[in-house]
């Protein structure tokens, strides 16, 4: 009874390979979220979508493209992966309104790309 | 640009006693601060909130104090527990905003020692 799962939990791959990471939350939350976690720990929002709607696009590389096909998921494919993508990547999602701030984390995946 | 900052990598305090993270912030337009807590391989997971309408929030053993006019907040824990052996995260937001985006700081590693 997971709330926010993520998988795969690890992935390595080469420089210049095509990736996608996983996201479902079955908490009926409407936003949801990616984060990147790298190697000074920051944890920086990445994407966010409400209702299937993207509403936070920060400056990320356009080889990153979410996509939620529902309410429930949001998927993160990443084209021509670097050796800077390297990083920790967390998917959260939140409920409407006043809660929306306290966002519920899934376990992150860890990506190494060698 | 940091907006938040947790300035102290981490913390070791004794079973019993009180821990006392801290967290600054530089932009003067945040009104909502957030503690999350994170053990090793997983997400974080809220902790406790405060609005900049008030100074002071508690839950249990955490209280989280606010300083507007320091832009200053720090996470109480009493008493420490080993359990309580984490990352804490300080995250803060703009209330009202509609992306629900938080700025996190880098975390400070809390070790509560039996």
């Known amino acids: 009874d997971t709330a926010v799962s993520q998988t795969p939990k690890y992935l390595v791959t080469q420089m210049g390979n095509d990736k996608s990471i996983k996201c479902e939350q079955n908490?009926?939350?409407?936003?949801m979220y990616w984060y990147k976690q790298d190697s000074k720990k920051f944890l920086k929002i990445m994407f966010s979508y409400n209702n299937k709607e993207l509403i936070i696009n920060e400056t990320v590389p356009n080889r990153f493209s979410p996509k939620s096909p529902d309410k429930a998921h949001l998927n993160l494919h990443i084209n021509s992966l670097e050796l800077g993508d390297s990083a920790v990547y967390f998917c959260?999602?939140?409920?409407?309104?006043?809660?929306?701030?306290?966002?519920?984390f899934g376990p992150g995946t860890r990506l190494t790309v060698t | 640009d940091q907006q938040v900052k947790q300035n102290s990598p981490s913390l070791s305090v004794q079973e019993g006693r009180i821990s006392i993270l801290n967290c600054d912030y530089t932009n003067s337009m945040f009104d909502y601060f957030l503690w999350y807590k994170k053990y090793p391989a997983e997400g974080p997971t809220f902790l406790i909130s405060?609005?900049?309408?008030?100074d002071k929030n508690e839950d249990g053993r955490f209280t989280v104090f606010l300083n507007k006019s320091a832009k200053h907040l720090s996470l109480h824990i009493v008493p420490s527990q080993p359990g309580d052996s984490a990352v804490y995260f300080c995250?803060?937001?703009?209330?009202?905003?509609?992306?629900?985006?938080?700025?996190f700081g880098k975390g400070t590693l809390l070790t509560v020692n039996p």
């Open positions: 995250a803060a937001t703009f209330l009202g905003g509609s992306n629900y985006k938080l700025t």
């Open positions: 405060i609005s900049s309408i008030k």
């Open positions: 908490l009926g939350h409407d936003t």
């Open positions: 959260a999602s939140s409920p409407r309104g006043a809660l929306s701030y306290e966002q519920y």
